[in-house]
């Protein structure tokens, strides 16, 4: 089953912002979490809680049209189906959004799991594009930890419940996604879903995730990357989105 992997820069209001940025922002979005193929059962974000799933931007934008559920799965079922042919047609996809960004006069940057946590690093595909800018979010800290692709930059995602994992990879020196139900603060206290805190009381600066996706670009000194919730998300009450009056 053959299908288009990448999403264009045009064709994401968060790919978008890259231009403006002089950046060609790609993304792929499979299907998220936990998938029914050929009878079978795939998780592809092995780490996903309840409220993420619940909350996940495969909700939000384009993500809640059934044509772009549609077209995840497919791609998910080739991905499960033909894992070769799958990261063959990546490769040229990649390789020809390199070339599309160049003629325009601009740099390029993908994000292979823009709805899923899969070890695409692993794949072989960063290695062939040295110079070239790969990001994803993730909920394994180890990935963050553990990443030795200098092409590749991670940014870990906080959850109703992981919060010591976060705390972990703030303490040193990455930074972590958070997101807040309806605005931003300057700072944040990282607490569980009951309110406790849970390092204590020390605060961790917080920049705006929203104006750009280009997670690459933002200051790699543990700091909160702030998101304002979108989709399914606006209505969470599983602790995974923050209340900043907590």
Known sequence: ?????????????????????????????????KSIIDGKEYN??????????????NTA????????????????????????GFLNQL??????GVNWATNKGLKSAFRLNGTSDLPF?????????PSIQFYDYTKIKEKVFNNRQS??????????????????VLNKGFNVAVVFED???KSYVLRNKK???????????????????????????GLIVGLVSKGKAKRDNSGFVKRVNL
């Open 195 to 221: 309110g406790q805190f849970i390092n204590g009381y020390k605060s961790y600066k917080v920049i705006d995730g929203d104006l750009t996706d280009l997670r690459y670009k933002d200051p790699q000194k």
């Open 151 to 168: 092409n590749y930059q991670l940014t870990f995602s906080l959850s109703e419940d992981n919060e010591k994992d976060a705390v972990q």
């Open 91 to 96: 490769e040229k996809e990649i390789q020809s």
């Open 183 to 185: 605005k931003l603060p």
């Open 44 to 57: 592809l974000c092995p780490k996903a809680s309840n409220g993420c799933a619940l909350a996940c931007l």
């Open 61 to 84: 934008g384009r993500g809640a049209f059934a044509r772009t559920k549609q077209a995840r799965l497919n791609r998910t079922k080739y991905y499960i189906r033909d894992r070769k």
């Open 121 to 129: 690093h692993k794949m072989g595909l960063m290695e062939k594009f």
């Open 1 to 33: 089953m053959k299908t288009t992997l990448l999403t264009q820069p045009q064709g994401s209001y968060k790919a978008e912002k890259g231009l403006k940025k002089n950046v060609a922002n790609f993304m792929m979005h499979l299907t998220p979490h």
